[in-house]
C-alpha cells in the first residue's frame, strides 16, 4: 500500500500573519485547536525546521500523544510537519495563500505511508471511512483556527 492523503482548504477572513502565528504558536494551541488537549514543546526557541513537540488529541474517541518536529518553514506561507506512529510515516503540510487584502486561504494536506508491518493500521485510518473521519477532523481544526482568528481572541 503506498502513500494515502487528505487535503482540506478553510477560507479565514484574516491575513497570512495573524494566521501563522496562530498556527505556529505551540504554547497557545491548546487554546486555538479543541481537539487538542496538550503539547509539550521539547526544543527551545521559535517555530522553525527541527521543532519538536508533544500533541495530545482525541482522535477517534481516545487519548493519542504523538511527537511532531518542523521539517519544512516558509514563514508566513508554509510549513511540513512530521511524525512516526504505530508502523507508519505522517506529513502534516499547512499552506497559507493570501485571498484579498485581509482573507487568507488554509490548506492542510495530512499524508501517511506504512513503514513496517502496519499497513492494516494504516488501512484502517485511511481508509474510506478513516479518511472521512481524518478530513473531519481536519476540518474541525481549520473552523477552530478560523474561529480564533477571526474573534480576534489570540490578541493578533
Do not use: N
Amino acid at each position: 500500500m503506498g502513500s494515502r492523503s487528505v487535503s482540506v482548504e478553510r477560507r479565514v477572513a484574516v491575513g497570512q500573519g495573524p494566521v501563522w502565528e496562530a498556527l505556529t504558536d505551540l504554547a497557545g494551541m491548546e487554546r486555538v485547536l479543541g481537539g487538542v488537549t496538550r503539547v509539550e514543546v521539547l526544543t527551545p526557541g521559535g517555530f522553525a525546521v527541527g521543532t519538536r513537540w508533544r500533541e495530545t488529541r482525541r482522535m477517534f474517541g481516545k487519548d493519542a500523544t504523538e511527537e511532531m518536529w518542523v521539517t519544512a518553514c516558509e514563514p508566513p506561507e508554509r510549513y511540513v510537519v512530521e511524525a512516526e506512529s504505530h508502523g507508519s510515516h505522517y506529513v502534516s503540510e499547512w499552506v497559507l495563500r493570501p485571498d484579498g487584502p485581509s482573507a487568507t486561504t488554509i490548506r492542510m494536506t495530512f499524508s501517511a505511508v506504512p513503514t513496517g508491518g502496519a499497513a492494516g493500521l494504516l488501512a484502517k485510518i485511511m481508509g474510506p471511512v478513516g479518511a472521512r473521519a481524518v478530513r473531519k477532523a481536519i476540518t474541525k481544526d481549520l473552523d477552530d483556527i478560523a474561529a480564533a482568528v477571526e474573534s480576534g481572541r489570540l490578541g493578533s
